[in-house]
């Protein structure tokens, strides 16, 4: 029997779980794993292994909730529509024929349940001659509106809400206007955008000097502009609406696998998963919670411990998992199938990492804290590189291995050119019961809205806590309920007020911290909101975005309570 809450079994219902011509529920939460496992194990038999023994190991992994892939997967598997992957990146060149064959694409892709992220930086700026017709371009912004309204009209079977990722680089002639874009109230509101940041424009940001716009059409500059006065406009239209976020491209692009088949400009919607035009990544998350033994709530006086073996060995079925996903998928365009099956992208990431901290007993923002998250994600990401190297023992090297990072003597023939990810996990850890990606606590109480379904989160660990150590009271609890986090409440010990610390409480510094401990032993990117309490400086925006860069982040997102923002939870997609 699942151990599922009625916060996992309505949202199951809501999005996940089969139903008849009439809406009806007609599958289990079990029967859906069942049906997952059985798909993705059908990949075992193309490799001549026993596929009934791997669907087991697949069913076991996924039902007892310690490992979960992304949500197209549960959704997708065993029904006609067969799309398993989240994350998309398609191509955006400079002609009405790219524009519009993209929005088309884009349309299959969000009608499977992915996200699709898009650079827009090779559109000739607003303005700009267009030769062939003798007018002038409208630039990037009215092009990604267009993309905006398309994804409004597809509603993804009223499972997942559409969302793309616009990205836009530091030096195009627009950027001032794509900063501004979503200032006002109700614009693209299907977008998360990010600026492509480069070097050289940190560079000139630090020395205060003036940087090169240069137009993609021609290659050559066309102006100047002050580093500062673009910086300034990003910090304030992310301190007021959340956008955009940044992301530093040339680092990105210094960590790319597969330099030879071209450069990555763009992400997924959350920003996690950066991909090369027409590549898809599948993901899925390892639920740490589910890996302490003797924790503080079981014994708040005991020693608590991380098991470390029965991680590894899981951490091994769920790459093989995923990359069985990739052979069992039903790809939305031949292109996108060629590329994802020649690079063999995946991102195992975790969830249930704020819970883990606590069943520690260790406090999210604390060195101690900071050291366990690179510990961690270093002993995930050695697993799962010799998880990939012991499936192409047998089943081959990534097919773009030649010219790719690993085609050196140094390095570990593996089978797939990324194993790990950290993404927002957004729904999937409601499924878990867990804190979601790396997040910490949002609150110890609170209501969220899922495809008009409002869900009532608990934190089951403080109460069992408050229990056990004898501090528990009906007028706390209510208390607690109504404040959703513990400062001002006296009855609560000091030591345990630090431990159930939420996002609001802790300095931006000590969020981009836990990024960039995560980020240093993740081969792609990490999903990762600095959330700032609405009493929030700009200054605090900021030093948040220079910080993130000098530590090391691909990319970072600020978001201060209470900024207008459509769609805040957008970037805790799953």
């Given amino acids: 029997m699942l151990n599922l809450t009625e916060n996992a079994l309505r949202v199951l219902r809501a999005r996940y779980l089969l139903k008849n011509e009439k809406g009806e529920v007609i599958e289990s939460p079990e029967g859906m794993f069942r049906r997952v496992a059985t798909h993705v194990a059908r990949a075992e038999g193309l490799y001549g292994e026993e596929t009934r023994a791997w669907e087991e190991r697949f069913f076991t992994l996924m ?36 524009i519009f064959d993209t929005l088309k694409n884009t349309a299959l892709i969000l009608q499977s349940g992915g996200g699709t992220g898009f650079s827009f930086s090779r559109l000739r700026p607003r303005s700009d001659i267009v030769r062939t017709t003798g007018g002038i371009a409208s630039g990037p912004v009215s092009f990604m509106k267009i993309y905006n309204t398309a994804t409004e009209v597809i509603k993804q079977g009223g499972a997942r809400r559409g969302a793309n990722m616009g990205i836009l680089r530091i030096d195009h002639p627009d950027i001032l206007d794509f900063i501004e874009a979503k200032r006002s109230q109700g614009e693209l509101t299907n977008f998360n955008i990010s600026v492509a940041v480069t ?43 959340g956008d955009p976020g940044l992301v530093f491209i040339d680092r990105i692009n210094r960590f790319n696998p597969t330099p030879h088949l071209g450069e990555i400009e763009s992400t997924n919607p959350c920003g ?30 005991g020693t608590p411990v991380i098991d470390y073996e029965s991680l590894g060995e899981d951490i091994r079925v769920a790459v093989r998992f995923l990359d069985d996903c990739i052979d069992t998928n039903r790809y939305p365009l031949p292109e996108i199938e060629r590329m994802h099956k020649g690079n063999r ?20 923002n604390s060195e101690q804290g900071f050291r366990l998250a690179g510990e961690i994600m270093r002993f995930i990401q050695t697993r799962s590189k010799e998880a990939s190297a012991e499936l192409a023992e047998k089943r081959g090297v990534l097919p773009n291995f030649k010219g790719s990072i690993y085609d050196a003597p140094d390095m570990p023939r593996v089978r797939n050119a990324t194993t790990t990810t950290i993404a927002p996990t957004g729904t999937i850890s409601i499924i878990a019961d867990c804190s979601g990606g790396i997040e910490p606590l949002f609150a110890l109480a609170f209501r969220r809205l899922i495809l008009d379904t409002e869900l009532v989160e608990v934190n089951k660990y403080f109460f069992a806590l408050a229990r056990k150590l004898g501090f528990y009271s009906r007028e706390l609890e209510k208390n607690v309920l109504m404040k959703g986090r513990l400062r001002g409440i006296k009855e609560v010990p000091a030591r345990i007020k630090r431990l159930f610390k939420t996002a609001h409480e802790i300095p931006p510094k000590d969020h981009i911290e836990m990024q960039a401990a995560f980020q240093e032993y993740t081969d792609n990117a990490v999903s990762k909101t600095v959330n700032l309490p609405k009493s929030a400086k ?4 900021e030093k948040a975005f220079l910080l993130a860069y000098e530590k090391g982040c691909k990319g970072v997102t600020v978001f201060r309570y209470g900024a207008r923002k459509a769609g805040t939870l957008m970037r805790l997609r799953d």
Wanted: glycine share 6%.
């Fill in 63 to 98: 039902s007892e909730l310690k490992f979960l892939p992304n949500s197209p997967t549960l959704m997708n598997a065993g029904k006609e529509i067969g799309q398993l992957a989240a994350c998309f990146v398609l191509p955006v060149d400079d002609s009405m024929k790219s």
């Fill in 199 to 241: 070097d050289a424009f940190m560079s000139a940001l630090k020395k205060d000097t003036e940087y090169e716009l240069v137009n993609p059409r021609t290659g050559k500059p066309v102006g100047r502009l002050r580093a500062r006065k673009v910086f300034d406009a990003i910090v304030r239209s992310a301190y007021e609406t």
């Fill in 272 to 301: 996690e998963q950066p991909l090369l035009p027409y590549e898809a990544c599948v993901l899925g998350s390892m639920n740490l919670s589910k890996y302490v033994r003797n924790s503080i709530v079981d014994n708040p006086e």
């Fill in 345 to 364: 992208k995946i991102g195992l990431g975790v969830m249930g990492w704020a819970d883990m901290l606590i069943l520690l007993g260790i406090r999210y």
């Fill in 538 to 541: 700009r200054t605090d925006v």
